[in-house]
């Protein structure tokens, strides 16, 4: 069948397109259907065993690396070090494998949205039947409550609402109509007459016919992204991949020009083998996984602290070079809670305070507080709310605010201004009774209700609120300062300029009227009863934006990171918030649903840096909006809560998810949940990552710079005809003990202040870029020229006395790495810059290496396995001084000059 859209083809036509009729399908047609498209069921794509998942995890360019380490570690007798790597890499694994496992449950997170029953017509008879037996063409019923079954043409009803926030972002439930619609190019949130598989039905009921099942209805395209969608790799993990090949290259370099130097000057074969393989270990900074994992870890802890639950190790870090944050509007910079901030009553403007379904505030004209119970106009206003109202307010002390709302969103709004006056439906009910509905109708865009005065036989009113405009042509009378006078075409032009001001704030706007009914008026047709009424006045509800939202996106604009607000709501709803926010620039774009159905990606990817807010999108154009930033080499992090985020938030960078109000889907989805669904959680994420990747390369520089300076002392010796500085059983020791402590410890190294005052890193940026390279080798030239100096001094004044000689070199370069590793804690400004006891963790570390050299040293067990000797005070003198030189030198020469910039160009 050639593509039909259904929102614009009537019932009966969609009948018959579909081969059904009014009656339904039969059992017999019904059966054949269900062999042909198969259950009405969300499928699982193709899965890899756990097994599969496990072993995947060691395919990892540097797990092969430290697999190589291991086998070297073995070869020379450490099965500790051996056995150490190996921990690291099943570590490293089960992280691995639990992360995508996880992931894996998003599809069943999916299926779990579908209806599990559905009312049906086949035959011209109702049945319950599953709902993974509905095939295109059954007639299906729906009533406020149900789950949608499958993608649905509405085909008749009667005040049909259904709630689609996971689907389309709208923050309200949506209004349904039955009747076809003209345009074709319709984004999901505008299809009324339409129902989609896991909707759900917040009021009224109605008749439909299935359309689509399965894999073919929109929540089945959505599972069909989310199988499509790769992870894509992260910049640290690119980084450290990059690293780990250099690092393999340099390390079979090293071992072979040993061996070949060594031999060619005398040397024993067996000694120079194991010499070679002792520093290609060396080279090799089979910790550096481990410190990574530490200080991710340790990362995660801290975020776990401020609320942001980490679900992948790399996405902390990620977060700290993402240039675009593209967020979801609803539950994400909004509250997901309807509220009423403005009135309008007897040609007064009045601003409400207080936010969420807490009813606590109060009413301000200007700057002067408003009492509802003095102000007649107003209470009649917030009694009308109350009375032509079917939710229920309701304090529940396990809810987050302790009050919660059962109904209509919109309906729960007014029962929360009501509640700040004061003005309860318990009371009120005392006072009132109703005697009848009018419920709210798409085509009239109004309700009302009649109540009785109780203790007043004859006296009825009927209550009335709406759309403005409609309900302002069915007034003739406005209340005016308690008193009741004709509504003139000056009030009606003022009403009309009050709600087109208010709208333009992005609220939401309802009328509300009133009439006083003698008893025989009580049952005539609502169109008769809902004339010559009492226009009363406005009232302006609003998703508000969370309180901590704003001074986030300025945080995360000096830091140089763009928000981009993607939302299914209407695009002057959004423009509005986003100006509000501070996220739409003056000469930033705003792009609809409808303007990306006719652009493509190219010209999206050529927008994509101007674009600030998308309006009403479906699924796959959060994907595309993705896919064209990361074309633009944004690293992008997208936030979302619905169903509909799943895919994009799969396909960005760092996937972040909503922890309370986000959708199961949408989480298993997601690298980051942020526990308390708040915007400004993401800054503490941005600064995390930024300091967590700061603190990576202080210990790699930290580890390289160790590794270039055994390699300096040793390599030089040999080209010069020197004996063996150090002897391979020092080297594992120095590698192991002097180089892990202090790094683990700058893994944790608090953050310098100026942070988040720097634009994002360059994805393409290397790990030694700014300069870090020209440090690594520069510290370790001087490092290993330091310790070959003291080693030739000794060995010189005692040639017949080397393990003393080989004992100074030793401790000479120990302590000068100990000395340097504080060096390493500011990324440019060196070691006079910060605090020497600002990171207690390093200090003690430093501590328990030397520790740990001393006992070597004057352990008289020890001294032979490490071919070590007692130094006296004149030879640690000597050490500590050609230790200090180094650092100190170089630092002297780092203060004679300013500091070099730390900002690199920002992308946008």
């Known amino acids: 069948m050639e593509k039909v859209y259904w929102h614009t083809v009537d019932g009966e036509t969609a009948l018959a397109l579909l081969g059904s009729s009014s009656e339904g399908l039969d059992e017999e047609e019904a059966g054949r259907r269900l062999r042909e498209y198969g259950p009405n069921r969300i499928e699982e794509g193709k899965k890899l065993s756990p097994l599969g998942i496990f072993l995947n995890q060691f395919r990892d360019f540097m797990v092969l690396v430290l697999l190589a380490a291991t086998l070297i570690s073995g070869l020379l007798g450490e099965y500790t070090d051996a056995v150490a790597i190996i921990a690291i890499i099943i570590v490293n694994g089960i992280l691995g494998f639990v992360q995508e496992f996880r992931a894996e449950k998003s599809l069943a997170s999916l299926r779990e949205l579908t209806a599990p029953t559905a009312h049906v017509l086949r035959g011209g008879k109702k049945w319950i039947i599953p709902a993974a037996d509905l095939v295109p063409g059954d007639i299906v019923f729906l009533e406020a409550g149900d789950r949608v079954p499958a993608d649905l043409r509405l085909l008749q009803g009667q005040g049909l609402e259904i709630e689609e926030s996971s689907l389309t972002g709208e923050s309200v439930p949506v209004r349904k109509t039955f009747g076809p619609l003209e345009e074709e190019h319709l984004s999901l949130g505008d299809r009324k007459n339409m129902a989609y598989m896991g909707t759900l039905v917040t009021r009224g009921k109605a008749m439909a016919v299935v359309i689509a099942t399965g894999m073919q209805t929109e929540m089945g395209l959505i599972a069909d992204l989310i199988q499509q969608s790769e992870d894509t790799q992260t910049p640290l993990q690119r980084r450290l991949d990059q690293l780990g090949k250099i690092l393999v290259w340099v390390a079979l370099g090293v071992t072979a020009l040993v061996v070949v130097i060594g031999i060619s000057r005398g040397h024993d074969v067996y000694n120079m083998f194991l010499a070679g393989v002792s520093l290609a270990v060396a080279v090799i900074p089979e910790g550096l996984p481990a410190i990574v994992t530490i200080a991710l870890a340790l990362g995660v802890q801290r975020m776990i602290r401020r609320r942001a639950i980490v679900r992948r190790l790399p996405a902390v870090e990620t977060l700290g070079c993402a240039t675009v944050i593209c967020s979801d509007k609803t539950g994400t910079l909004t509250q997901n809670k309807m509220t009423v901030q403005g009135l309008w009553v007897g040609g007064t403007r009045l601003a409400v305070s207080g936010v969420g379904y807490t009813p606590e505030g109060k009413f301000f004209k200007g700057e002067h507080v408003v009492n509802p119970k003095t102000h007649p106009d107003l209470k009649k206003l917030l009694e009308i709310a109350v009375l032509c109202n079917n939710s229920e307010l309701i304090e529940e002390p396990k809810a987050p605010e302790g009050w919660t709302i059962h109904g209509d969103p919109t309906e729960g709004a007014l029962l929360v201004l009501a509640g700040k006056a004061d003005i309860w439906s318990d009371v ?370 005692a040639p017949d006395a080397l393990s003393k000689a080989q004992t100074m070199a030793f401790c000479t370069l120990v302590m000068s790495q100990l000395v340097h590793v504080f060096d390493c804690r500011s990324v440019d400004q060196g070691i006079f810059s910060r605090n020497i006891f600002g990171n207690p963790w390093l200090v003690a570390a430093v501590l328990s290496s030397v520790a740990l050299m001393v006992l070597v040293l004057y352990t008289p067990a020890l001294q032979p396995v490490f071919r070590t000797v007692p130094l006296g005070i004149s030879d640690w003198v000597t050490i500590l001084v050609a230790a200090a030189i180094p650092t100190f030198a170089l630092n002297l020469r780092s203060l004679s000059r300013p500091a070099r910039s730390r900002l690199s160009p920002s992308r946008g």
């Not at 927008?607 to 930033?629: F, T």
Request: net charge neutral; aromatic share 6%.
């Open 428 to 797: 009120l009910a005392a006072k009132y009774q109703k005697v009848l509905e009018n419920p709210f109708d798409s085509n009239r865009k109004m309700m009302s209700v009649v109540v009785r005065q109780t203790g007043e036989e004859e006296s009825y009113l009927l209550m009335a609120k709406g759309a403005p405009d409609v309900l302002l042509d069915r007034c003739d009378f406005i209340l005016w300062n308690g008193r009741v006078t004709a509504l003139t075409a000056a009030h009606r032009r003022e009403i009309l300029s009050m709600n087109a001001e208010m709208a333009g704030t992005a609220m939401r706007n309802l009328a509300f009227a009133y009439r006083p009914l003698q008893q025989a008026q009580v049952r005539r047709e609502e169109n008769q009863q809902e004339t010559e009424m009492v226009f009363v006045g406005l009232a302006g509800m609003i998703d508000p934006p969370r309180e901590e939202v704003f001074q986030a996106i300025q945080t995360c604009r000096r830091a140089g990171i763009r928000t981009v607000m993607i939302t299914g709501d209407h695009q002057a709803t959004a423009e509005a918030i986003a100006r509000r926010l501070g996220i739409l620039p003056k000469n930033g774009l705003t792009v609809s649903g409808a303007d990306l159905y006719n652009m493509s990606d190219k010209q999206l990817a050529e927008r994509a840096d101007r674009i600030y807010v998308y309006a009403r999108v479906s699924p796959e154009h959060k994907l595309r909006i993705v896919k064209a930033l990361q074309a633009r080499g944004h690293v992008v992090a997208m936030t979302g809560d619905g169903v509909n985020d799943a895919p994009a938030i799969k396909a960005a960078d760092i996937g972040v998810a909503m922890g309370r109000g986000g959708t199961d889907v949408a989480k298993e989805a997601s690298s980051l949940i942020l526990a308390d669904d708040n915007f400004a959680t993401i800054v503490a994420a941005v600064e995390e990552g930024r300091g967590i990747y700061d603190n990576i390369r202080k210990f790699v520089r930290y580890l390289l710079s160790c590794n270039v300076g055994e390699i300096v002392t040793l390599f030089t010796a040999m080209l010069v005809g020197l004996p063996l500085p150090l002897v391979p059983i020092q080297i594992l020791w120095v590698n192991l003990v002097t180089d892990g402590l202090p790094a683990i410890a700058l893994g944790v190294d608090p953050p310098e202040g100026d942070l988040m005052e720097r634009p994002p890193r360059d994805v393409k940026e290397s790990i030694f870029a700014g300069g870090l390279g020209f440090k690594i080798i520069s510290r370790g030239l001087f490092i290993g020229l330091a310790a070959l100096a003291v080693f030739w001094l000794e060995w010189r004044s």
